[in-house]
């Protein structure tokens, strides 16, 4: 085993510790210490144990915004990684063709979240959107502020809208540093057009796909701003996802308390998920080479 | 500090885990770690198990106030030896 005998490097990562210290550990330490208390202003705090714990973990709407948002998530995921694949499988990989996917691909991803949610908000109206008068023009009766089927599959496809291209984005870029010696050794032993897949490109495309599932994870478990500019999570609590019942808990409401309970709450759950995922994904990547 | 809201109780769980890091750092500077199989389904280094076992604490004490009424510091001892059995088998 070779011996690491200069570690000075390490101090080079010491300003990024900094940020994250100022940006996130702070931050965190304070809401644990806001989720024992009962805060009336910033000198009235009462001692209060585990109580907004209890409190929140029984709470029935938080369990009915938890299986909204894991339904989301999944169904975000199933939709966009497989498409995304499958786009960044059809893109073509010289001439002036990739440069323009790359900038139509990239637009998306470039308009800022409450744009995005305003941009559908019209869209999807039947009065003065496209979108919404096409449909009701077929026959079907379309409203996503009125019927929640309607408003779940408009935020739905918005956010496949907005984020498959960063799926996209990334496996072309796995897809793109495979060396041709591998196609060619692949049209030699005769390799189908599935195997050329499932054992060159998709072992290739792995840990950009990690990474890229892992974004997507997150950033629609956490979803806020579409939802709450195109429906304000309704109708009724259709589209409440977890971040904007939390939102309303901390600042509507200003019960900081249980807000912040329910923030570890959240916290540990992404945590959890996020490790299981990356390591059970290096791990079949590391069975896969030997 | 004020703005932090510190409690007795908080700070004394973050200084655990401060102690904890700084511990596991100077363990590691005097025997560095070699990764291992024990019962869990993964190789993990020493890092990996405590964290595991911190996680698997929060979770204990999380299912401990949502399912039962009974005293947190029964959960509490149930998480201890749940670190204490990942750190040494896991």
């Not at chain 1, 070779?2 to 931050?27: H, Q």
């Not at chain 1, 330490?29 to 001692?47: C, E, G, K, L």
């Not at chain 1, 497989?82 to 323009?100: H, K, M, Y």
């Not at chain 1, 979803?223 to 589209?239: D, S």
Request: glycine letters at 8%; a neutral charge.
């Amino acid at each position: 085993m070779n011996k690491i005998t200069n570690n000075k490097a390490w101090f080079l990562v010491l300003p990024v510790f900094f940020i994250v210290a100022i940006s996130a550990i702070i931050p965190l330490m304070t809401v644990v210490n806001y989720s024992v208390q009962d805060i009336f202003d910033p000198q009235t705090r009462f001692f209060v144990g585990t109580e907004w714990f209890e409190q929140v973990l029984a709470d029935r709407r938080l369990h009915d915004a938890l299986i909204r948002q894991i339904v989301y998530t999944m169904s975000v995921l199933f939709i966009e990684v497989p498409l995304g694949i499958a786009v960044a499988l059809t893109l073509p990989r010289n001439g002036w063709g990739v440069s323009a996917s790359m900038v139509l691909l990239a637009l998306p991803l470039l308009i800022p979240w409450n744009v995005v949610g305003t941009i559908w908000q019209i869209f999807g109206r039947a009065d003065i959107g496209l979108g919404g008068y096409v449909i009701n023009l077929m026959g079907i009766d379309y409203n996503y502020a009125q019927n929640p089927m309607d408003a779940w599959l408009t935020v739905l496809v918005m956010d496949v809208w907005h984020w498959t291209s960063l799926i996209v984005l990334l496996c072309y870029a796995g897809l793109r540093s495979i060396p041709d010696a591998y196609y060619q050794a692949a049209k030699i032993d005769g390799a189908s057009r599935w195997a050329v897949f499932r054992f060159i490109q998709l072992p290739k495309m792995q840990s950009v796909l990690v990474i890229g599932v892992l974004l997507r994870f997150m950033d629609s478990f956490m979803i806020y701003t579409e939802p709450f500019v195109l429906t304000g999570g309704g109708p009724g609590n259709a589209t409440t996802f977890l971040s904007q019942f939390l939102t309303r808990m901390a600042v509507g409401q200003f019960d900081l308390g249980p807000a912040a309970a329910f923030s570890l709450v959240y916290f540990l759950i992404i945590l959890l998920v996020c490790w299981v995922f990356y390591t059970v994904v290096m791990n079949a990547g590391k069975q896969g080479e030997q | 500090m004020a703005w932090m809201a510190w409690t007795p109780i908080t700070a004394a769980f973050f200084s655990c885990i401060i102690l904890m890091l700084i511990g596991m750092g100077v363990w590691q500077a005097v025997s560095p770690t070699v990764p291992r199989r024990g019962f869990l389904p993964l190789t993990t280094t020493r890092g990996d198990r405590l964290f595991i076992s911190l996680l698997g604490a929060a979770y204990i004490h999380l299912g401990w106030l949502a399912f039962t009424d009974a005293a947190l510091w029964i959960g509490s001892i149930i998480a201890l030896v749940w670190l204490i059995i990942v750190m040494r088998w896991g």
